[in-house]
């Protein structure tokens, strides 16, 4: 759909925007990543990476949206039970809605692995790698989730949000609160204390849901981009953008819901007859939610919000990877150090290879991987950025003037974005930035 | 596919032909788009989400409807997924329909319509007849003969 389209250049003055290199690069169908072989070795690498602990994270948050649920001490809601180690990916695997990756379905083999010796390689039971911290942190997915949860109110993006505050919503969450605590007048009695409170806590399983299902199908995605890279027929920057655009469009159509089961009843909090796809209720309120917005990182730097350190209005938050300064993130143990941390055990033995022989070699391998990571994510923004302008506006090649300029102002307002001083833009544009 | 919806279409847009068809007694809308050539994906589309009896029904209606060239630019699998998932199908779908009969000196006066779905559709007829961002070429299906 986005193959090599020639530049407009000849049709359109050069543009003047601060980004005017890369807008143009947009134009001709180039990512805001150059396109250099290093880029495509690190971003690559990294997809890879992230794809095992994200095939851990999407079956962890369906398990807890659907079985866990309002369980008042979870504490062993990061214990994945095997059913859902086993649950079949629907893009992957022989019986595949739609094969995204020529893998399997169930849990990834090195997933497998790391889940039974963790990071200190021994065999031991599960309760002590949880303990340890030598397993998969959840913490981040759950961050990224609340994100969403957050900042779901003024996206604009879905119909998902509002919902949550229907009244055929409240109606259905009533249904399966009462169904999963039947039989318990403890909870039932502070249900009718505090029904807003348990509801609320319903709306964030809905999200537990939302993201898992949004997962469920970048992992076999970033997975089958890591084995087109590793054969040789993925070879440039713009060619996984594109390969990332057909995937959005290719996937928008996934139902998106919130289903509970209680024994073997499923409770319907939110029905796939809803309608609800996965391209605009789940990915773009992502991208959204968290690669731009977020919240200040907690624990590595002071913020007075007085002194409007902190933006008045939610949707000028600018704390999501796009933004972030990975060194004080790399040291401080925040979830965005965690999802490093995960990504640290599933690296491919070039990205290894490559981290030695730069900076501090392995000590500072996780800020390094953290800066990769930030040049991947530019690379799968600018495919929600071109995804959104096929959908929106104009073709690339497209021969009127008038439609082109369009896409200019589309592209210009995107970037204005990172503008602001936080913005990593400009680094990721130099390859000296580790 | 994509005529509908400012925010809410997972689909490309840049549809050579978009025919508006508009209800009239007899032939309905669906008789009219199987009766063109052009329309075989929409018609097959509309069947499999059940939507062939809402389209029969007094309405009026007014569709905005993707060509056959239009589902064909669609990345692969975007189709197969929305058949498998009929729900999501009928909403995409009712991207695509405004109650009323609405003609294209109308449409143009109006500037924006809402769809069957909720989702304003911008037109916009500065140059030429633009729904959304798709180009109309073949305005008003009436009785299968263009209008």
């Known amino acids: 759909m986005t193959q090599t389209i020639s530049p407009p250049s000849q049709t359109l003055p050069p543009s003047t925007h601060e980004f005017a290199e890369i807008i143009h690069r947009l134009e001709a169908g180039g990512s805001m990543l150059p396109d250099t072989p290093e880029n495509l070795m690190q971003i690559i690498g990294i997809y890879k990476a992230y794809a095992v602990p994200m095939d851990f994270y999407w079956r962890d948050l369906l398990y807890i949206a659907e079985r866990v649920f309002l369980n008042p001490l979870p504490a062993f809601k990061y214990f994945l039970p095997q059913e859902y180690l086993d649950l079949p990916n629907h893009y992957a695997g022989d019986g595949a809605d739609l094969r995204v990756w020529r893998g399997r379905a169930t849990a990834h083999p090195e997933l497998l692995e790391f889940m039974e010796k963790g990071e200190m390689n021994r065999r031991m039971p599960k309760l002590l790698h949880h303990l340890w911290h030598d397993r998969i942190n959840m913490e981040f997915a759950e961050e990224c989730m609340r994100s969403m949860l957050w900042h779901g109110r003024d996206m604009g993006w879905g119909k998902f949000d509002a919902y949550l505050d229907s009244e055929e919503y409240k109606t259905n969450a009533d249904r399966a609160i009462r169904a999963y605590f039947k039989g318990n007048p403890a909870m039932l009695g502070l249900y009718a204390l505090f029904p807003e409170m348990f509801l609320e806590q319903v709306r964030e399983m809905s999200y537990y849901s939302n993201l898992g299902l949004f997962w469920e199908v970048m992992a076999p995605v970033f997975f089958e981009m890591s084995d087109r890279y590793d054969e040789g027929s993925m070879t440039t920057v713009p060619e996984a953008m594109d390969f990332l655009v057909n995937g959005i469009f290719a996937i928008a159509g996934r139902p998106i819901y919130h289903h509970v089961y209680v024994g073997d009843e499923c409770y319907e909090i939110i029905p796939k007859s809803k309608g609800f796809t996965w391209l605009y209720e789940a990915a773009l309120p992502y991208v959204e939610a968290v690669f731009y917005r977020t919240s200040p990182f907690r624990g590595t730097k002071s913020y007075n919000a007085q002194a409007k350190q902190v933006p008045d209005d939610q949707k000028d938050f600018h704390y999501g990877i796009l933004y972030a300064d990975v060194f004080p993130v790399g040291t401080a143990g925040i979830p965005p150090t965690l999802l490093m941390q995960d990504m640290l055990h599933f690296l491919p033995p070039y990205l290894v290879d490559y981290y030695k022989q730069r900076c501090r070699g392995e000590d500072d391998m996780l800020i390094q991987l953290g800066i990769t990571f930030q040049r991947s994510m530019y690379n799968v923004t600018s495919a929600v950025i071109q995804a959104l302008r096929t959908a929106l506006l104009y073709p690339l090649d497209d021969p009127n003037p008038r439609h082109l300029m369009a896409n200019r102002r589309f592209f210009e307002a995107q970037l204005d974005r990172f503008k602001r001083p936080e913005a990593r833009l400009r680094d990721v544009q130099r390859q000296e930035y580790r | ?147």
């Open chain 2, 1 to 147: 596919m994509i005529v509908g919806a400012r925010h809410a279409v997972p689909l490309p847009a840049n549809y050579s032909i978009q025919p508006t068809l508009n209800h009239t007694p007899m032939p309905d809308i669906v008789d009219i788009a199987v009766g063109a050539d052009n329309f075989k994906t929409l018609v097959t589309a509309v069947q499999a989400a059940g939507l062939v009896e809402t389209l029969k029904s007094p309405g009026p209606f007014t569709v905005f409807a993707p060509t056959d060239e239009a589902f064909a630019k669609l990345p692969a699998g975007t189709i197969q997924t929305l058949v498998q998932n009929i729900p999501q199908l009928t909403r995409i779908l009712t991207y695509h329909v405004v109650a009323g009969k609405l003609t294209q000196a109308e449409l143009a006066k109006l500037g924006v319509v809402t769809s069957i779905e909720g989702s304003p559709i911008p037109i916009d007829t500065t140059e030429g007849f633009e729904v959304k961002n798709a180009t109309v070429v073949a305005a008003e299906y009436r009785s299968g003969q263009l209008a």
